[in-house]
T-cell receptor, first 112, second 110 residues
Framework: DTAVSQTPKYLVTQMGNDKSIKCEQNLGHDTMYWYKQDSKKFLKIMFSYNNKELIINETVPNRFSPKSPDKAHLNLHINSLELGDSAVYFC???????????FGEGSRLTVL | QKEVEQNSGPLSVPEGAIASLNCTYSDRVSQSFFWYRQYSGKSPELIMSIYSNGDKEDGRFTAQLNKASQYVSLLIRDSQPSDSATYLCAMNNAGNMLTFGGGTRLMVKP
């Protein structure tokens, strides 16, 4: 049973399109996150949700919008995709805010 | 200056040797420190967490924290080829965000 699962694992799309990535955790954690890992392997926080409320929104373009229907789900919607959005997006969860993180398998987004 | 600095490597060690991975940080108020391992094409997984100065051992892994000198290190004893991966250092900073270093790529040669 996967603890943190995200779909799709691979996404190839054209510039200007809109896409979504879904994430679900079955660990009972209160906090969920989206991280972006670029080609240089830097992991950067994008969003954090604690029990369905946004607690951090780093300086990401407003084309990115997180949505949390409940504390077990955190989805990421991206509008008007750009070439620079190509990266691996990781969903993660933790029991306490910014404690030990459990990551999903990642979603590799390629924008052509 | 980046908040969390790691040598990108690759760090190459022979099988059975001790691998020493280092991380320095700039935010003196950081309280919690973590080491994650990431295999190529996979997600990061937590190896160790350390919260107070000194050493913390778990099997072949030892984390060392020195808050005065602002560094944290990870020692891997009896390195195995299966330890070959990128090791990411992470810590909470003053804004209570978890900030990652760029990672050190470790290669353990048989």
């Amino acid at each position: 049973d996967t603890a943190v699962s995200q779909t799709p694992k691979y996404l190839v799309t054209q510039m200007g399109n809109d896409k979504s990535i879904k994430c679900e955790q079955n660990l009972g954690h209160d906090t969920m996150y989206w991280y972006k890992q670029d080609s240089k392997k830097f992991l950067k926080i994008m969003f954090s949700y604690n029990n369905k409320e946004l607690i951090i929104n780093e300086t990401v373009p407003n084309r990115f919008s997180p949505k949390s229907p409940d504390k077990a789900h955190l989805n990421l919607h991206i509008n008007s995709l750009e070439l620079g959005d190509s990266a691996v997006y990781f969903c993660a969860s933790s029991q306490v805010a910014f404690g030990e993180l459990f990551f999903g398998e990642g979603s590799r987004l390629t924008v052509l | 200056q980046k908040e969390v600095e790691q040598n990108s490597g690759p760090l190459s060690v022979p099988e059975g040797a001790i691998a020493s991975l280092n991380c320095t940080y700039s935010d003196r108020v950081s309280q919690s420190f973590f080491w994650y391992r990431q295999y190529s094409g996979k997600s990061p997984e937590l190896i160790m967490s350390i919260y107070s100065n000194g050493d913390k051992e778990d099997g072949r892994f030892t984390a060392q924290l020195n808050k005065a000198s602002q560094y944290v290190s990870l020692l891997i004893r009896d390195s195995q080829p299966s330890d070959s991966a990128t090791y990411l250092c992470a810590m909470n900073n003053a804004g209570n965000m978890l900030t990652f270093g760029g990672g050190t790529r470790l290669m353990v040669k048989p």
